[in-house]
């Protein structure tokens, strides 16, 4: 079969020997553009855009945070991929959303309003694999790749069913909960990455509570690269933009050496 931009990308990368970091940042948010220009210029693979949502059950209270601080200064989907197209950097771009948002819109209609936007992927944690058919189908006909979620507690038959319909990577869930800054990377995050390695080719990224370039250097001893989120957004919000180019950057030095 033939891969999308950003499994392409990833594969490519892998094969040369060089693990993923996909920062995700919160659109919308005050300087949230310059931050991924400057998640990109240190080094990051991809950049997650983080779509907010009144009522985002997967965030903890970081992103939570910064969903609503974007919220309150009038974002909404329409102008974080109107401000998306502005971007310019040469990596891939992928949207973090719930389903509600999808629905709103109609699913071939904002699989189309990504890819005007330049966005290749997708990720909506919260659209079940057993309902997802109709968002994938859309998603595959515009050329955007659905990244699927696979969970610490999923049973090894499903797994299968999981990695067969991701496109772009498998988000490997590190534990059960939401986002957010842990003090040591769940045991879980190695024992599902190292699940998901063994019945798939698909790039496999661990997220949620890779915390510190510790923990994703740990995490990608067995991982092909890591999702990292509210330690990200949580340097936009107390740094700006140069706090995260320095955070992706000491992140990607520890992973790659």
């Given at each position: 079969?033939?891969?999308?931009?950003?499994?392409?990308?990833?594969?490519?990368?892998?094969?040369?020997?060089?693990?993923?970091?996909?920062?995700?940042?919160?659109?919308?948010?005050?300087g949230?553009?310059?931050?991924?220009?400057?998640?990109?210029?240190?080094?990051?693979?991809?950049i997650?855009?983080?779509?907010?949502?009144?009522?985002?059950?997967?965030?903890?209270?970081?992103?939570?945070?910064?969903?609503?601080?974007?919220?309150?200064?009038?974002?909404?989907?329409?102008?974080?991929?109107?401000?998306?197209?502005?971007?310019?950097?040469?990596?891939p771009?992928?949207?973090?959303?719930?389903?509600?948002?999808?629905?709103?819109?109609?699913?071939?209609?904002?699989?189309?309003?990504?890819?005007?936007?330049?966005?290749?992927?997708?990720?909506?944690?919260?659209?079940?694999?057993?309902?997802?058919?109709?968002?994938?189908?859309?998603?595959?006909?515009?050329?955007?790749?659905?990244?699927?979620?696979?969970?610490?507690?999923?049973?090894?038959?499903?797994?299968?069913?999981?990695?067969?319909?991701?496109?772009?990577?498998?988000?490997?869930?590190?534990?059960?909960?939401?986002?957010?800054?842990?003090?040591?990377?769940?045991?879980?995050?190695?024992?599902?990455?190292?699940?998901?390695?063994?019945?798939?080719?698909?790039?496999?990224?661990?997220g949620?509570?890779?915390?510190?370039?510790?923990?994703?250097r740990?995490?990608?001893?067995?991982?092909?690269?890591?999702?990292?989120?509210?330690?990200?957004?949580?340097?936009?919000?107390?740094?700006g933009?140069?706090?995260v180019?320095?955070?992706?950057?000491?992140?990607?030095?520890?992973?790659?050496?």
């Amino acid at each position: 079969m033939t891969f999308g931009a950003m499994e392409t990308d990833f594969r490519a990368k892998r094969a040369a020997g060089r693990k993923l970091l996909v920062p995700y940042i919160t659109g919308g948010l005050a300087g949230w553009q310059d931050a991924v220009r400057a998640a990109a210029a240190a080094g990051a693979d991809a950049i997650e855009i983080g779509i907010p949502f009144s009522d985002p059950v997967m965030d903890g209270p970081i992103i939570q945070q910064a969903s609503q601080a974007a919220l309150e200064s009038g974002a909404t989907p329409v102008s974080i991929l109107h401000d998306a197209r502005s971007l310019d950097v040469s990596i891939p771009l992928a949207v973090m959303t719930y389903y509600n948002t999808v629905h709103h819109a109609g699913h071939a209609r904002f699989a189309a309003q990504l890819a005007d936007a330049g966005i290749v992927a997708a990720i909506v944690p919260d659209l079940p694999l057993e309902e997802a058919g109709p968002w994938c189908e859309a998603a595959d006909a515009a050329g955007i790749e659905t990244v699927m979620l696979a969970a610490p507690t999923a049973p090894d038959e499903r797994l299968p069913r999981v990695v067969a319909r991701a496109r772009g990577f498998v988000y490997s869930v590190g534990l059960l909960g939401v986002t957010g800054e842990r003090d040591v990377l769940a045991h879980t995050a190695a024992a599902l990455a190292r699940r998901l390695k063994a019945i798939t080719d698909v790039p496999v990224l661990v997220g949620v509570g890779v915390s510190n370039a510790a923990q994703a250097r740990e995490a990608c001893e067995v991982a092909d690269g890591v999702v990292m989120g509210a330690s990200v957004v949580r340097r936009l919000l107390e740094g700006g933009a140069d706090a995260v180019g320095e955070f992706v950057g000491d992140v990607r030095h520890a992973i790659e050496h």
